[in-house]
């Protein structure tokens, strides 16, 4: 049997393992996600053309995530009511930032994405960004790239 002085140290070693414990679980949960300290952005796009650029977010390059973008609900609104919409399966978009004299300029190539997919930029350095629609297609087989009126998508998520 344990006597006093026995029992308060053990109960102090359980007490140092639970914080340690507690500690290593955090401390995991944050390596393994990095993009919790930077909260993702949803929103979505109404009448897009080409060369209609999203509104900005500044990436502070606190984490190891990439910056990446997924569309859903994707299609083409003609700019008559008699025709119907039509879906849109691809897109193509431009991710930009502000150089030293304010002039937003082109950052990285043009990626392509598939409405439902995540697509991504890679990892970019701290700095404001932004990203243009550069085109979009209406059938997944064709080669045909619109940047006439329009385009829509929602929601729209942003990663960074």
């Not at 944050?30 to 509104?55: C, F, K, Q």
Request: neutral net charge; glycine residues 6%.
């Amino acid at each position: 049997m344990l006597n006093q002085r026995g029992k308060d140290r053990e109960m102090r070693k359980g007490t140092k393992r639970a914080s340690a414990l507690t500690f290593g679980i955090l401390l995991a949960l944050v390596i393994a996600d990095p993009a919790l300290a930077e909260p993702p952005r949803n929103t979505y796009m109404s009448d897009w053309t080409g060369g209609t650029m999203s509104n900005e977010w500044t990436d502070a390059d606190t984490t190891t995530a990439s910056t990446r973008l997924r569309l859903q609900g994707c299609h083409a609104q003609p700019p008559v009511s008699w025709v119907p919409d039509e879906a849109s399966p691809a897109q193509r978009f431009q991710l930009q930032n502000q150089n030293f004299f304010s002039i937003w300029v082109n950052y990285g190539s043009v990626i392509q994405t598939n409405c439902g997919n995540w697509t991504s930029w890679g990892r970019v350095p701290a700095h404001d960004y932004r990203f243009e629609l550069v085109s979009y297609n209406t059938q997944s087989n064709s080669s045909s790239w619109f940047t006439a009126c329009c385009f829509a998508a929602n929601p729209v998520t942003i990663e960074w």
